[in-house]
């Protein structure tokens, strides 16, 4: 049963457009969540992260928004750029130590 | 400070044969995840040591199973193969593991032939 869902599998921007990536969660129980990007051949990394106790953090062209009566994250790139493309993956927890991936989206950022 | 290392990068097996896959965590991580990918399913969690504990598992069978060494690297076994094992393993590492961020490794490519 997957916990955490990213419904888009793909998505295209242009350079300097900005770029939304959703996920959806349905565990009620989740506090903490994550977003990490994936380029081919290389491990995931930690992009940003947000608490429960927050609806928005922002690290610089990064913003990620929650709300949690949706059950529902987003990722926010602006301006988007080239090297922005790869596949991104949303990640909750609660209080345990187990993470729950989503299925990743790819994000195309065209010049 | 030297990333997650995994090995082998990639491997080739048939079915009903077994593999053990190897990662080493960050200098001083005692936190290990291990996650499957598969296309469609994004990552998978496996499971989670901590100071050689497994301190969670994921919904895999049996048939998974790892441990974690006192310098904390960690290896995953795989028993009796099937065509659906192929994926890409990750393994993360993280402090102390709980709501930490997990700094992954490269993976390895398993195919089961």
């Known amino acids: 049963d997957q916990q955490v869902k990213q419904n888009s599998p793909s998505l295209s921007v242009q350079e300097g457009r900005i770029s939304i990536l959703n996920c959806d969660y349905t565990?009620?129980?989740?506090?903490?969540f994550l977003w990490y990007k994936k380029y081919p051949a290389e491990g995931p990394t930690f992009l940003i992260s947000i608490s429960s106790i927050k609806d928005k953090n922002e690290d610089g062209r990064f913003t990620v928004f929650l709300n949690k009566s949706a059950k529902h994250l987003s990722l926010h790139i602006v301006p988007s750029q080239p090297g922005d493309s790869a596949v991104y993956f949303c990640a909750a927890t609660n209080t345990g130590n187990q993470f729950y991936f989503g299925t990743g989206t790819s994000l195309t950022v065209i010049p | 400070k030297a990333g997650v290392t995994q090995t082998p990068r990639y491997l080739i097996k048939t079915r009903g044969q077994q593999v053990t896959l190897s990662c080493s965590p960050i200098s001083g991580h005692r936190s290990v995840s291990w996650y499957q990918q598969t296309p469609g399913q994004g990552l998978q969690f496996l499971f989670e040591?901590?100071?050689?504990?497994?301190?969670n598992k994921g919904n895999f069978p049996g048939r998974f199973s790892g441990r974690q060494f006192s310098n904390s690297r960690s290896e995953m076994n795989v028993s009796t193969l099937e065509l659906g094992d192929s994926a890409l393993y990750l393994c993360?590492?993280?402090?102390?593991?709980?709501?930490?961020?997990?700094?992954f490794g490269p993976g390895t490519r398993l195919l089961v032939l």
């Open positions: 993360a590492s993280s402090l102390w593991g709980a709501r930490e961020t997990q700094y």
């Open positions: 565990n009620s129980m989740f506090d903490y």
């Open positions: 040591y901590f100071s050689e504990t497994q301190r």
